[in-house]
Every structure is written in C-alpha cells, then in structure tokens.
C-alpha cells in the first residue's frame, strides 16, 4: 500500500479593501474639477482604487496623460501627507493630510494685480 500524501488547501489571504476616497474628500475634489470644466480648462477624469492608493486623474481630452493626479496614501500618513497632488512625470506639486490644503496648489492665481 502507498500512503497518499494529503492534499494541501490554500486559502487566500483576508482581502483587503481598496483604498477611497470618502463623500466628504470627493466633494471637495469635486467641486474643483467642476469649477475648471466650466472654464473650460479640464474635460475628463478617472478615479481608481486600489490596495495601496485611490488616484483622481485630471485629463484636458481623454485620450492625452493627465494633467494631475490627486493621491490618497494612508501608509504615508505620518511621512509628509495621507494626500498628494502630482503633474506629468511624477512632480509632487504639493503634499500634506489635509485635502483642502493639498488641492489649493491647482488654484488658479491672479495673472495680473490689480489696484
């Protein structure tokens, strides 16, 4: 007789929920993004969600890269910012755990002072 080695089961790992944005932090990422498809600026965008990042891209026409992304990273919360605004070529614009504060750096500037 040979004894039949038993069969090994292999479950897969708890899943871990991908990484969002919340109501609150879409409003806000939102509410800008509306502001420049008004003006005409900003046409498009993607959201994705992964394991380790929730990224917002921002397209001017969407076959093109984006214009800028707005990460989510909790693992780097505690080294610079849970929130980060990127442009082409990877650029952090700006950094920091407040949404609001990140999202200022897309702002537009006056180009002329006035008096």
Do not use: C
Not at 36 to 64: N, P
């Amino acid at each position: 007789m040979s004894a039949e080695t038993p069969e090994i089961l292999h479950f897969p790992a708890k899943s871990q929920k991908p990484i969002v944005f919340d109501r609150q932090e879409l409003g806000l990422i939102m509410g800008l993004y509306g502001r420049f498809v008004a003006s005409g600026e900003w046409r498009d965008y993607a959201i994705s969600f992964g394991k380790e990042t929730a990224r917002f891209d921002i397209h001017r026409h969407t076959s093109e890269q984006p214009l800028y992304s707005v990460i989510k990273n909790p693992s780097l919360r505690d080294k610079g910012g849970l929130f980060q605004v990127t442009a082409p070529g990877g650029l952090i614009m700006r950094r920091g755990n407040e949404l609001g504060q990140v999202l200022k750096v897309l702002e537009k500037k006056p180009k002329f002072a006035t008096v």
